[in-house]
């Protein structure tokens, strides 16, 4: 076991930011810590880090405990902190050596960290002149200079432009072959794209815990893609028997979240024929995990 983290609260004054969180990650396993903002997930790796205490509950890294051996879990953890702090006025290689000392790590790390990021061509510049996508490496090369069992990483694609965030991803899956890694994001597909297993996290509170293929399978849900020749009763399609959520699109399109047991179609045909409408288009598909996020995190209808 990677992390353990046991009935965990973490109260900011009177606001509880987590609220009783227990879950576990395996060693070698790659999780997306998924939620919307304000969700509680750079608080939940900040206790996991060591930087800040929970106000309740136990957190195990690598079986250390985090409140009395902080100093011995930072030597098990590798943290890329949200917003990703670095001496800009430093120069990348410059910078990671001075990383590696406080580590007392080998100076041959330094050059290790340069290759496995794709540093080279970088590492003779100063941190300020790099583009995002390059800042970011150098936040992974930090993260990784100790050689850590267990890597966490706030947000570490947020702000890169497609081309960077598709390298980064990379990146973080080789990376992941090798470590444990617990990464935070609010964007669904980088979930897909990386993660072996998902934690949704809303408002301080765990929704779901899942592989991210069992998650897709098993949702249960399907989305009804519709389009009538109007505006119908949004409260009419909600009472049809099997209807979940209905979001209006724009004119007469709607999507219908409705259960994969019960099949709406005809039902939502009736409908329209009662409300004198036509329907123009109808497309249905399994949900996506963006649609399941959606509906855990409470930003449907
Ligand atoms: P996320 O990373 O998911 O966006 P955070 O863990 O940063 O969420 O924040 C969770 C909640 O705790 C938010 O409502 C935030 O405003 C609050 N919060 C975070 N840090 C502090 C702090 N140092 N003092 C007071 N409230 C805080
Ligand atoms: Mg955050």
Known sequence: MSIRVSNVTKLYGEQKALNNVSFEVNSGEVIG???????????????????IPQSEGEVEVCGIDVRTDSLEVRKKVGYLPEHNPLY??????????????LHKAPKSRVDEMIVITGLTPEQHKKIGQLSKGYRQRVGLAQAMIHDPEVLILDEPTTGLDPNQLVDIRKLIREIGKEKTVMLSTHIMQEVEAVCDRVIIINKGVIAADQKTSEMQNASGTVILNIEFDAEVSLSGLKKIAGVRRVQHVEGGQYLIECSEAKDVRSDVFKFAVQQNRTILQSQQQKAKLEDIFRTLTGNAE
């Not at 810590?33 to 930087?51: D, E, H, R, V």
């Open 88 to 101: 800009t006025d430093m120069y990348v290689r410059e910078y990671l050596l001075f990383v590696a000392g």
């Open 33 to 51: 810590f998924l939620g919307p903002n304000g969700a509680g997930k750079s608080t939940m790796m900040k206790i996991i880090t060591g930087y």
